[in-house]
């Protein structure tokens, strides 16, 4: 649970008690699979254990005795996908079904589209697609490059989805990308129907690059990326560096615009 969606929910504690108002609406005798490793989590399961209804909570976390094992069936990287695994874990051992058929599907999950996504080569650097645009996945999805490429030059190509969010969550943006090499700013997707002009234009993606280089990442930022990004890459990346291109707005395009050489 985290700040997200702010335009609608406007603060942390409204985002709770939404969550809250969900688990509610469990039927009697429904169960819960939650993470324990998220305090807000824990804080909000407390006042549903107060209501004292005959729902069934089953917790997992990255510290259960089985987290190692599943690490090692993994073909996807990072620790936000050990997460989910253990979540779908606690789901099949709910469920009954035998532990060897879930680590088997486990081993077998190869990601989904747009997540870590491998797209091919460009300059002799491998291109992943990322649909990630919030700074906690961000921070999660640069980790686990980090933790698959250790020895690599990861670049990162991003464009900021929606000015408010940009807005509201500034500074998690300016902390989110301590794990890669080079970041590359794109302007900032505008989302139709969303933008509260008179607030949302005080950030632009100049100067979120201005603040995450002060914080060590040397952060560049990119106009008219439909004509100048591939040619600047081509440039600067060399065989062997890794390249996160992401975001959730156009920059789809542009990256099956890069691999179309």
């Not at 108002?21 to 305090?39: E, I, Q, S, T, Y």
């Not at 603040?211 to 065989?239: D, M, Q, S, V």
Request: aromatic share 10%; net charge positive.
């Amino acid at each position: 649970i985290d700040r997200e969606h702010l335009d609608f929910y406007k603060g942390i504690k409204n985002i709770e008690a939404a969550f809250l108002k969900f688990l509610k609406r469990l039927k009697p005798g429904g169960m819960a699979v939650l993470n324990r490793d998220d305090p807000r989590l824990r804080r909000i399961a407390a006042k549903l254990a107060k209501q004292k209804s005959p729902r069934s909570v089953i917790w997992y976390s990255q510290h259960q005795p089985q987290a190692a094992g599943i690490k090692n069936v993994l073909r996807i990287p990072g620790r936000h996908n050990v997460s989910n695994a253990l979540a779908a874990y606690a789901v099949g051992r709910a469920l009954r079904v035998p532990v060897k058929k879930i680590f088997a599907s486990l081993h077998a999950y190869r990601g989904s589209w747009r997540r870590f996504d491998y797209q091919g080569t460009l300059a002799g650097a491998r291109v992943l697609a990322d649909y990630a645009h919030h700074p906690t996945e961000i921070k999660a999805t640069l980790q686990a490059a980090r933790e698959k490429f250790p020895r690599r030059r990861i670049w990162c190509v991003f464009q900021p989805h929606h000015y408010e969010r940009t807005h509201d969550l500034f500074g998690g943006f300016s902390r989110a990308f301590s794990d890669c090499d080079t970041l590359i700013l794109l302007d900032i997707y505008e989302v139709a129907g969303r933008e509260r002009k008179q607030k949302s234009r005080n950030v632009t993606s100049a100067t979120l690059a201005k603040a995450i280089t002060r914080r060590g990442t040397p952060a560049l930022y990119l106009t008219n990326p439909e004509r100048r990004l591939k040619p600047f890459l081509k440039t600067w990346l060399h065989p062997g560096d890794v390249l996160l291109m992401m975001g959730a707005g156009s920059i789809w395009e542009m990256t099956k615009a890069l691999m179309n050489d």
